[in-house]
């Protein structure tokens, strides 16, 4: 049996192609695709080949947010039925796990992510009409529950990840740079563990209108009008955390010198692959406490209860259902910023 499934061979060659399914292991089942979400990752590999150090080197199916319907399972599965709604998780363990990292098992350099290079063989990705993973990836959603919806835990549960990261934002005042959809459902995060107030910097109107839906206080449209970010920069700098979700080098200048002394900065964009000159005189002098954030562990799950309660809508940020027979057409959506936010595809 085969089935069709979104193939990026090298930058700009993206196929919609029949892929052959693997055989249906024990503890395996298979999933129809209900929506599954283009992500910056996704983007990178389509337009630049590859996302950092790691290039395509073989076909790679792209794709790790999704949701679905268990259609069949293996014989060792239990808690798991067919027709059960799911959100799945696209990080599973690898066997030969080499250390315990605890609850930042992602860490570990034989993890297997979904729809990625960054091993060889490539780890497949979820565009695709059936998708066969391991059953502890898949979590129930309630019935009640748009799958499109569900789809989104996997960037919330980066965006959760990411707070955790910053560490206590109650109270605090939180800058985020750069609010595509993980920009703003890290606003959302920032809300939901607490801060009391939230920036938002972008360049692009549509995008920082949908922050503001997301739950940003004030929005600074950087192409129009610098001084409100420089305000915040003033005497060394006022904000307690800033999170970098922009990917850009400008934009780790700019959140460095706005945290206040003694602040937090997360950096969580990719930046673009080469040295980039980042100013250390602002780590040093005002003792930033300076941390990465890289996927998620454990906030999968919280992700999921969070989406499935509402305590984070994620709904503002749905744009639009493309099948996967016009991939190319979502992903040239998904690029615009002023047209989309959070593009999916479906099958079709």
């Given at each position: 049996?085969?089935?069709?499934?979104?193939?990026?061979?090298?930058?700009?060659?993206?196929?919609?192609?029949?892929?052959?399914?693997?055989?249906?292991?024990?503890?395996?089942?298979?999933?129809?695709?209900?929506?599954?979400?283009?992500?910056?990752?996704?983007?990178?590999?389509?337009?630049?080949?590859?996302?950092?150090?790691?290039?395509?080197?073989?076909?790679?199916?792209?794709?790790?947010?999704?949701?679905?319907?268990?259609?069949?399972?293996?014989?060792?599965?239990?808690?798991?039925?067919?027709?059960?709604?799911?959100?799945?998780?696209?990080?599973?363990?690898?066997?030969?796990?080499?250390?315990?990292?605890?609850?930042?098992?992602?860490?570990?350099?034989?993890?297997?992510?979904?729809?990625?290079?960054?091993?060889?063989?490539?780890?497949?990705?979820?565009?695709?009409?059936?998708?066969?993973?391991?059953?502890?990836?898949?979590?129930?959603?309630?019935?009640?529950?748009?799958?499109?919806?569900?789809?989104?835990?996997?960037?919330l549960a980066c965006c959760l990840h990411a707070i955790r990261r910053a560490g206590d934002v109650l109270g605090r005042h939180v800058m985020v740079l750069g609010c595509g959809p993980i920009g703003c459902l890290t606003i959302a995060a920032a809300r939901l563990a607490g801060a009391a107030r939230v920036t938002a910097c972008d360049l692009v109107a549509q995008t920082l209108a949908k922050a503001k839906a997301m739950g940003a206080d004030e929005t600074i449209d950087l192409a129009a009008d610098r001084t409100p970010l420089e305000r915040l920069q003033a005497g060394g700098g006022t904000v307690d955390v800033v999170i970098e979700a922009a990917g850009s080098p400008q934009a780790v200048r700019d959140g460095l010198l706005a945290v206040r002394r003694g602040g937090t900065f997360v950096q969580f964009g990719v930046l673009p692959k080469g040295a980039h000159p980042i100013p250390i005189d602002p780590i040093v002098g005002k003792e930033l406490d300076v941390f990465g954030t890289f996927r998620f562990w454990e906030e999968f799950d919280w992700a999921v209860d969070a989406i499935a309660r509402r305590r984070i809508d994620v709904r503002p940020l749905l744009s639009e259902l493309v099948p996967l027979t016009r991939a190319k057409d979502a992903f040239a959506l998904a690029a615009d910023r002023t047209r989309a936010m959070k593009v999916q595809l479906v099958p079709g």
């Open positions: 049996m085969t089935v069709r499934a979104v193939v990026c061979h090298a930058a700009f060659d993206l196929r919609v192609e029949e892929r052959p399914l693997p055989p249906l292991e024990p503890h395996q089942v298979r999933v129809k695709l209900a929506a599954a979400g283009i992500c910056g990752s996704d983007l990178h590999y389509y337009h630049e080949g590859g996302i950092g150090d790691f290039p395509i080197l073989e076909p790679l199916v792209l794709g790790h947010e999704m949701a679905g319907t268990v259609v069949e399972i293996g014989p060792a599965v239990v808690g798991l039925a067919p027709e059960t709604p799911v959100a799945v998780n696209p990080t599973w363990p690898c066997p030969g796990v080499r250390f315990d990292l605890g609850a930042r098992g992602h860490l570990d350099p034989e993890i297997r992510f979904a729809g990625s290079a960054r091993t060889l063989p490539h780890t497949q990705g979820f565009f695709q009409e059936l998708v066969t993973v391991r059953a502890e990836q898949c979590r129930p959603v309630p019935a009640n529950l748009p799958l499109e919806e569900a789809a989104m835990a996997e960037p």
